[in-house]
């Protein structure tokens, strides 16, 4: 009686190595391989694994810490592009006030005024209020913090917070109130020049805008005092520009 | 065995059927597109407690305007143009041109141009509203311009789900003029 | 199902005392019993305030000729007068002048309203702002006038298509805000 019960047990297993050795032909195109594997001790992969990883550790630097790639230095006048805009820091002024680009001063205050040549590169206007376009994209370094200006006008007719039209370039002038004791002549400033990245708002919001700002090259610019700013003809001009001293290219009358 | 293509052709229909409904699916801002109401030049149209008439297009080289000047590719447009219910809160505010895919906004430089002006309920004001592109946007023939402005006009900034007036100008219909006055605005008529 | 009967005959206590798990729920389900209607009846006060509220903003119509107290502050009666049209008003020289000049005596405190607003009754029913800025004039409001009667005095520029009868819409800043509307006639 135990027989026909082991029997089936027994058929199962024991037809295996049968299998096993009725199969070897499609193996045998790698048996060498199975071969030479069986000979190394395992322990060697591990180590040939490790040795292989610090090698390619070592041929990108080793695991001091990599150097992060920082913001590019742009010199005065050398233009940053990205997909939203085109800007290229021009001059930067310190004046006593500067009421053409709507900016106000404390008493104590002066005006820090960066001119800076800027293009919308993109598809629709860009207005340039308080967190939008050049005022994101230009900022003062204080620090380890920036700054982004107080106002912002058009160089040439004085128009106030302007929009950017696209492909259209613009001269600006912005302006941060400072204080007055900070800042001298001659003084080195950076300004950080950041991207943004294009969203397109879903769900409750909508419309697309430009967001999240990142640091992509920054520009050191000597500081050019111009005192007052009051420039003899200035009173004489029609429709002056917003203001002569910034204007001006070449050197402003020194405070 | 003759049917063992029958799944791969209806999985092949599947995607192509999926792929014809994504392509057929509106935007989905195309739900709250403003109501376009065509306004031929020189024909009055009327939306939402807006009516207006474009009374002329033309290109300059400069603009002028009550003591201001500025040099570049301005497109000038002399509108007429009045509130038709309230007074509360209507200005002319949205006031674009589109051409090759980029759109513009009134220029808010001239001093007194008819972009963001309070209108009156019946009683017309008549102005002029201009934009200022790049150079050589206007050139005829030039590649990726299309041959014709497309201009907007409404009374909110979010033209969402709101009447817009779309005035169409074909380029070879553009006058071109050296230098182009910004009419102030004053009553339509006088 | 034979494990759900299994576990109940292992367990026979919880079977003598009836009301068990209501008990062990009292709190929770004294809570619900409170807060479930204290829900309805926040929703349905808020939206009954909504609707006090809404109710205000439909103007309250004052009869021709008399006056109106809301808020400790008598209102009107209004009255109108047609301006000529000169060189000097820049303004279309077919349109029509009016001034409108609604009489205000307060009480104790100082009344608030906006600027008044002029209607068609008929036709469209379109709405005009007074004009005092487009004419330059000084016009006299509910701002900081104290609480000695004054007039208000609106002038409006109509176009010449405006049909009467005409009426003022003035909104009163109070504790429940209101409009008045006010009859000033043709």
């Known amino acids: ?255 | 065995m003759t049917r063992r293509w029958v799944p791969a052709v209806a999985g092949a229909a599947l995607v192509a059927a999926a792929w014809g409904v994504t392509a057929v699916t509106p935007a989905e801002d195309s739900a709250e597109q403003p109501f376009v109401v065509a306004a031929p030049v020189g024909m009055r149209a009327e939306g939402r407690n807006l009516a207006l008439t474009v009374t002329g297009v033309r290109a300059a080289d400069a603009v002028v305007n009550e003591g201001w000047r500025a040099e570049g590719e301005w497109v000038v447009v002399d509108v007429e143009s009045e509130a038709t219910r309230m007074e509360t809160g209507t200005l002319l505010q949205f006031v674009t041109l589109r051409l090759g895919g980029r759109t513009y906004r009134a220029s808010e430089r001239p001093p007194d141009s008819m972009f963001g002006h309070p209108l009156s309920v019946g009683l017309p004001s008549a102005g002029s509203v201009a934009f200022e592109l790049p150079e050589g946007a206007l050139d005829a023939g030039a590649a990726g311009v299309p041959d014709e402005l497309v201009l907007r006009f409404g009374l909110n900034l979010d033209d969402r789900l709101d009447s817009v007036l779309e005035t169409r100008v074909p380029l070879d219909d553009l006058e071109h003029v050296g230098e182009a006055e910004i009419a102030p605005v004053d009553w339509a008529g006088s | 199902m034979s494990e759900v009967r299994q576990e109940g005959s292992v367990r026979p206590g919880r079977r003598r005392r009836p009301g068990g798990w209501w008990r062990r729920n009292a709190a929770a389900l004294v809570a619900l019993a409170l807060l479930v209607p204290a829900t309805f009846g926040i929703i349905s006060s808020n939206e009954a305030s909504t609707n006090a509220t809404r109710a205000q903003i439909v103007p309250i119509e004052v009869e021709w000729g008399q006056t109106y107290d809301y808020a400790g502050t008598t209102w009107g009666p209004a009255t109108v007068e047609e301006l000529p049209v000169t060189d000097e008003h820049d303004i279309p020289q077919d349109a029509r002048l009016i001034e409108v000049t609604i009489p205000v005596v307060p009480g104790d405190e100082e009344p608030g309203c906006f600027p008044p607003t002029l209607l068609e009754t008929g036709g469209e029913q379109r709405q005009w702002d007074q004009s005092g800025i487009l004419l330059g004039w000084n016009t006299t409001s509910c701002a900081l006038m104290g609480t000695e009667p004054f007039d208000i005095v609106a002038p409006f520029v109509l176009p010449p298509d405006a049909e009467g009868p005409f009426v003022v819409d003035l909104e009163l800043v109070a504790d429940a805000p209101a409009i008045l509307r006010l009859p000033v006639g043709d």
């Open chain 1, 1 to 255: 009686m135990p027989r026909p019960l082991a029997a089936p047990y027994a058929a199962d297993v024991e037809p295996e190595p049968e299998t096993r050795a009725q199969q070897p032909v499609p193996k045998r195109r790698f048996h060498w391989l199975r071969t030479a594997s069986d000979r190394v001790p395992t322990k060697w992969f591990a180590t040939a694994g490790t040795v292989l990883f610090l090698a390619a550790t070592a041929a990108f630097g080793g695991l001091a810490t990599a150097e992060e790639p920082g913001p590019a230095a742009l010199a005065v006048g050398e233009e940053h592009r990205n997909d939203q805009l085109a800007v290229a820091v021009q001059r930067a002024v310190l004046i006593d006030e500067l009421p053409e680009a709507g900016i106000t001063v404390e008493p104590g205050q002066r005006v820090l005024a960066l001119v800076v040549d800027a293009e919308n590169l993109w598809t629709e206007p860009l207005m340039t209020a308080r967190g939008y376009s050049v005022r994101d994209a230009v900022v003062l370094e204080r620090g380890s913090d920036v700054v982004e200006a107080d106002e912002v006008a058009r160089l040439d007719d004085g128009t106030f917070g302007p929009w950017l039209q696209p492909g259209v370039p613009a001269t600006l002038v912005l302006a941060w109130a400072v204080d007055g004791r900070s800042y001298r002549d001659d003084q080195e400033l950076r300004f950080v020049v950041r991207d943004e990245t294009l969203y397109t708002a879903s769900f409750v919001a909508s419309g697309r805008s430009w967001e999240d700002p990142v640091p992509a090259a920054y520009v050191t610019v000597a500081i050019e005092d111009v005192g007052a700013g009051k420039d003899p003809d200035a009173d004489a001009a029609d429709d002056p520009p917003v203001d002569p001293a910034v204007g001006q290219s070449d050197e402003g009358a020194a405070g």
